[in-house]
Every structure is written in C-alpha cells, then in structure tokens.
C-alpha cells in the first residue's frame, strides 16, 4: 500500500462583501469619530472643493507640525479624493499628538462611510486601526507607574 499523504489545496479566502454606503445626514455630511490618548475628534466630510478646517481655524494654522500634516493627508492621497471633499473638525483633549492620531482616525472613518469601496485601501495602509495606548496610572508606594523609590538597603 501507498501512504503518501495526500496535498490539500486550500482555496484563498474570500473576499469580504463591501458594506453598504451610509447616508449622509439631511444636511449632506457624512460623520465620524476618532480617539487617541485623551483626545478626541468629531469629524464631517461632504462633496466640496478641498477645504478643511478644525476648529474654525486653518488645517495648516492647527496643525503647525509637518509630521502632523503629512500623516492626517496621508488618508486623503492614498485614498485618491485629494481636493473632491470638504472637511469640517472640532478635536478637544490631549496634545498636538493625540489630536493628530484623533483626527486621522475620524477622517479614514468617515471617508469609509462617504465611499464604501475605500475600505481595502484605509485598511492595508492601517488608518482604521484605534490605537488603544493610553498613558498608565501612577501607583501608590512608586514614584510613577512603574519606577520605584529609591532602595535602600541600611
């Protein structure tokens, strides 16, 4: 008898069904929320010429950091609806960093719920993913969340 085993092929997994396109609110915004650290930002897009204002300010007079900037068009180039939509945010709490890791969290949400079809690309380029680190809690008997006081033995 032969025992060779025998090669199973496993066919690749399917792909998931797109979800369905939400509509936009009565006024034609699409909303969304993102969170990082403390921060969080409450975010609407809708069809425009490109604008893109947090807080009544500026993109540019908000986030004044390059670094902050490049990471939040980042969702924007990739996706390819580079000056197509208009951009409205209002982010409190935090830093600059967690208002920037909010933000882009709320844009890749909403431009996923503007344009389904988008998901994939948002996805391999990890602008859905929640960055859940927050900063951890001091303890009693430490100097922090982790260091100690200084030892002693004598």
């Known amino acids: 008898m032969d025992f060779t085993p025998v090669a199973v092929v496993k066919a690749p997994p399917a792909p998931r069904?797109?979800?369905a396109q939400e509509p936009a609110d009565k006024f034609g915004w699409w909303w969304a929320t993102g969170r990082r650290k403390t921060s969080i930002a409450r975010l609407r897009?809708?069809?425009?010429?490109g604008e893109f204002k947090i807080n009544e300010r500026e993109f540019d007079q908000f986030f004044?950091?390059?670094?902050d900037r490049k990471n939040i068009l980042a969702v924007i180039e990739k996706t390819g609806i580079k000056g197509q939509i208009?951009?409205?945010?209002?982010?409190?709490?935090?830093?600059?960093?967690?208002?920037t890791g909010a933000v882009l969290l709320a844009l890749a949400r909403a431009v996923m719920?503007?344009?389904?079809?988008?998901?994939?690309?948002?996805?391999?380029?990890?602008?859905?993913?929640r960055d859940a680190r927050k900063v951890e809690r001091k303890k009693y008997g430490q100097s922090g969340a982790r260091r100690r006081f200084?030892?002693?033995k004598r």
């Open 113 to 129: 719920a503007y344009d389904p079809t988008l998901e994939t690309v948002l996805r391999d380029n990890n602008f859905l993913t």
């Open 17 to 19: 069904p797109l979800r």
């Open 45 to 49: 897009i809708k069809p425009g010429k």
């Open 64 to 67: 004044v950091e390059e670094r």
């Open 86 to 99: 208009d951009i409205r945010a209002t982010c409190n709490g935090g830093g600059v960093t967690g208002q």
């Open 150 to 152: 200084q030892f002693s």
